[in-house]
């Protein structure tokens, strides 16, 4: 009997996702229900690789309502929204409140997949805080679908134009609005040509630069000042090369002849003597010259 008992509980079965072996009661979850499809009473995906899949951000939720119906567990807000993660929920349905309950006796999801596509990235509906700013930027008597149209194409053409003035603003949001209303009016069937010749006018005064010109244009925008201060800014300018510095001899002249006699008028040791030497040697005439040339 306890042989019996320890090869069961040892048994191992091989993860369908990841092949990894694992026992099977500690490395899988177990289903609720006898199923045909799971003999073994568990599913055959490992737990690791499960909370992989719950844990990712945009389907991670439908993953874990994937494994509840397929285990045959309940979804319950309160429990889940009470609970640490996912695998401590399933935890939690061992509870007597919850050990009775099967799939069929979940809350309704549709909150928390009204929360996934927020999140998915596709913009589906507006906050109330949206929905105003949306009526300061676009104007009223537009509704929620509209707003989140003209919001995406203004997108569009801030990524791929140069948008840089108050004016280019209002004529790109004017270019919008007008082509919302050639769809209206293509929807309903309605002459929409007054409607197109406005927005083929609004395009040329907008005279919008693709995004080509973009870096273009800006670098257009940095004078030599802002050349120069990037330069201080950025690349310090290096100490000269020998053969560069004091081309004119000036440092040496001043040095020489300002500095060094300023320093014997007033007491002060010479603090370039040899440069003062020497330009004094070079100028002046030593008596053996003098004798020599007479
Ligand atoms: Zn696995």
């Not at 997108?155 to 004017?174: C, F, G, H, Q």
């Not at 290096?238 to 320093?263: H, Y």
Request: aromatic share 10%; hydrophobic share 35%.
């Amino acid at each position: 009997m306890v042989v019996t008992k320890k090869t069961k509980t040892a048994a191992k079965k091989k993860c369908n996702k990841c092949a990894v072996e694992y026992r099977i009661d500690t490395g899988f979850y177990k289903i609720a229900q006898t199923d045909a499809n799971f003999p073994d009473g568990y599913v055959n995906v490992c737990r690791t690789c499960m909370k992989e899949e719950w844990e990712d951000e945009y389907s991670g939720f439908e993953n874990f309502v994937d494994f509840l119906r397929v285990a045959n567990l309940p979804y319950k807000k309160d429990l889940y929204n009470n609970s640490k993660d996912k695998p401590n929920y399933i935890r939690s349905l061992r509870n007597k409140a919850y050990m009775n309950l099967r799939h069929k006796d979940s809350d309704p999801m549709v909150e928390e997949k009204g929360e996934i596509q927020v999140r998915t990235n596709n913009l589906k509906e507006l906050s109330a805080e949206q929905m105003e700013e949306c009526a300061l930027f676009w104007g009223k008597g537009y509704d929620e679908e509209e707003y989140i149209y003209m919001m995406s194409e203004y997108e569009k053409y801030t990524r791929n134009y140069v948008i840089d003035s108050p004016v280019m603003e209002a004529l790109v949001s004017k270019i919008i609005q007008t082509d919302l209303k050639i769809r209206r009016a293509n929807e309903s069937g309605q002459d929409a040509s007054k409607d197109i010749k406005t927005y083929q006018e609004l395009l040329n005064s907008a005279h919008l630069k693709p995004s080509q010109e973009k870096a273009a244009a800006e670098n257009d925008a940095n004078t030599f000042g802002t050349f120069i201060k990037n330069i201080e800014d950025n690349e310090p300018i290096a100490a000269p090369l020998p053969q560069f510095q004091d081309v004119d001899g000036l440092t040496k002249f001043v040095r020489a002849f300002f500095t060094a006699p300023m320093a014997k008028s007033i007491g002060v040791d010479n603090p370039f003597p040899d440069e003062y030497k020497e330009a004094m040697e070079e100028l002046s005439i030593s008596m053996e010259e003098a004798e020599g040339e007479s």
